[in-house]
């Protein structure tokens, strides 16, 4: 899985392979509601302690 960060436009990219599991403004390093998302998309479960 990379995390890029694409600077002239603000974007957030989370990839693996050729899929783009992630694009978006919000940080995903400073986000666990992203990290979740991103799992999830891609099928495995994930637990976040509250």
Do not use: C
């Not at 694409?6 to 400073?30: C, F």
Request: charged share 30%; proline share 4%.
């Amino acid at each position: 899985m990379k995390i890029r960060h694409i600077a002239s436009t603000d974007l957030w990219l989370i990839s693996r392979g050729d899929r783009i599991l992630y694009r978006g403004k919000l940080n995903p390093l400073r986000s666990p509601r992203v990290i979740v998302s991103v799992l999830r998309r891609e099928g495995k479960s994930f637990r976040v302690a509250a």
